[in-house]
């Protein structure tokens, strides 16, 4: 049962930008901790960026710097803008939303989860 949508994804060149946007009813999954994940052919997901209800935020290594996860409140909306993407970011990205203390990767793979969009960095 999907409950959150992905959109954003698409083909970029290595060094361009992307901003993902994830829909979500904060209602039915809640919304305290929410992130992205994605997941590479032949690899396991990974946690990418997180976001806390009162805006704190973690990242994994490899996006630091270059990625940033934002929400919008009120249209209950969750971003990623992605800079100076790279071949390796290629990958389904994932948006997840959980209401579960302490906020972290581990806790958000239980929540509520979109279907993925595709990004194919060349």
């Known amino acids: 049962h999907v409950q959150l949508v992905e959109s954003g994804g698409g083909s970029v060149q290595a060094g361009g930008a992307l901003r993902l946007s994830c829909a979500h009813p904060?209602?039915?999954?809640?919304?305290?901790?929410m992130g992205w994940f994605r997941q590479a052919p032949g690899k396991e997901r990974e946690g990418v960026a997180i976001?806390?209800?009162?805006?704190?935020?973690e990242y994994s290594d490899s996006v630091k710097g270059r990625f940033t996860i934002s929400q919008n409140n009120d249209k209950n909306i969750l971003y990623l803008q992605m800079n100076t993407l790279q071949p390796d970011d290629t990958a389904t990205y994932y948006c997840a939303a959980h209401n579960v203390y302490p906020c972290d990767f581990e806790g958000l793979k239980s929540g509520c989860w979109g279907r993925g969009t595709q990004v194919t960095v060349s």
């Open positions: 976001i806390v209800e009162d805006g704190k935020t």
């Open positions: 904060g209602y039915t999954c809640g919304s305290y901790c």
